[in-house]
């Protein structure tokens, strides 16, 4: 009993890491993780990361411009919001916009 469950417990420890393993946004080096996302992407999977980088940096851009923000700090804002996430949550973030 005590095996089986040490089993079970492992499995779901390995599954767990290997899903995490996906790349994510760094804001410290932005260039870098981009490139890191998108060099196992199929192309149309490209793509729809591209429209989702445009449409989060164009609206978080715009609501902080309205608000007089400067360049940096529009700059920042951006990557804080992008710091952390992987490319299917960076897509799935830009939808909910």
Known sequence: ??????????????????????PTFDKDKPQESVQEMLKDLPADKQHEFHKAMFKIGFS??????????????????VLEVLDGKTVDEIIEYAQGL
């Open 1 to 22: 009993m005590k095996k089986g469950l040490f089993t079970m417990l492992m499995a779901a420890c390995c599954a767990l890491t290997l899903s995490s393993c996906s």
């Open 60 to 77: 978080v851009g715009l609501t902080n411009a309205a608000l007089g923000a400067s360049f940096d700090s529009i700059s920042a804002e």
